[in-house]
């Protein structure tokens, strides 16, 4: 898949749908492409990361699923993104090698975070070695300290990324460290890097410090809400766009007290869309019907901005 389109605004961060008995289910593929681009005007998806359970597959069924993204996108979707990463170098190098062998976007990796890369030259020679066995694909670097330990700041991580990595186009930034991201915008030419956001509930606060985008699990349910408030954000309408970003945050706040995390995304994701999601795969569990219930009836109450 060649991008027609320079990475911007918003991708969803794919759900990985399965079985009743676990297995990842290709067959509804289809359906959730026709859903995001005509339901909710969201054209670039990051397959097989944390909310696509990706490090919980099996290499197997990492390939399957980009095989059926990359399919099933051509021609409806703008970017199709993989990631690739995996603590395994020999499994993230087989991986960035798939993607490549089947035309995706771009790839991307998270930082291994069993044995953690301590200094900025251990984590860029780990991410240089997966790139280039993928050198004529797009690649970003997923950053996720909450969920990797791996704490080496992205604005220290871009000096001189470029000549190690010549295929690095930007960053996944999963952090609510809004002074990193600004330093990093601050130094690089926007027309350089890409650095799309990736804490949801945060995100009109990245973009007044000139993110390009987001990457995120709302955008597979709430992307029309969300490209209503970056389409106020750049008339600009700053008090629209806050209270898009308010009552998403509303919504975030409620399921996140009721404990929220992939096997709720799954959930929300299978009665808004109507797609079945299924379950996580263990050893997480499957959301409540207590939780599916309140979640429901929280978003059905939420009034958004008239026109909407």
């Known amino acids: ?56 597959l099996n290499i197997q069924e990492r390939k399957q699923l980009a095989e059926e993204w990359v399919r099933q996108g051509k021609d409806k979707l703008d970017h199709v993104i993989i990631h690739v990463g995996a603590l395994s170098l020999p499994d993230s190098q087989e991986l960035a090698r798939h993607a490549a062998a089947i035309g995706a976007s771009a790839i991307a990796v998270i930082a291994p975070f069993f044995f953690k890369p301590t200094y900025k030259d251990e984590l860029i020679a780990f991410l240089q070695k997966v790139a280039s066995e993928a050198p004529a694909v797009p690649f970003y670097y997923y950053h996720i300290p909450p969920l990797t330990g791996v704490k080496i700041r992205v604005e220290e991580l871009l000096d001189g990324i470029k000549e190690q990595i010549p295929t690095f186009q930007g960053v996944k930034f999963s952090d609510t460290d809004l002074l990193d991201l600004a330093q990093c915008i601050n130094k690089n030419e926007r027309e350089q890097f890409a650095f799309l956001y990736g804490v949801d509930e945060q995100l009109l606060s990245a973009l007044a410090i000139g993110a390009d985008g987001a990457v995120g699990s709302t955008y597979n349910y709430l992307g029309r809400k969300t490209n209503l408030m970056l389409q106020a954000f750049a008339k600009p309408d700053l008090a629209l766009a806050r209270k898009y970003q308010l009552l998403t945050g509303e919504f975030l706040n409620f399921v996140i007290k009721l404990g929220f995390g992939v096997a709720q995304i799954k959930a929300v994701m299978t009665f808004v869309s109507g797609i079945p999601m299924g379950p996580p795969r263990p050893p997480l569990a499957d959301a409540s019907e207590e939780f599916i219930v309140k979640a429901k009836a929280k978003l059905d109450s939420i009034v958004w901005p008239e026109g909407d």
């Open 1 to 56: 898949m060649t991008p027609r389109k320079k990475l911007q605004g918003l991708v969803a961060a794919t759900i990985t749908p399965m079985t009743p008995d676990g297995q990842i289910n290709l067959s509804v593929i289809h359906q959730y492409v026709d859903y995001l681009a005509s339901e909710q005007n969201v054209k670039n998806v990051f397959v097989n990361g944390t909310t696509g359970e990706g490090l919980s």
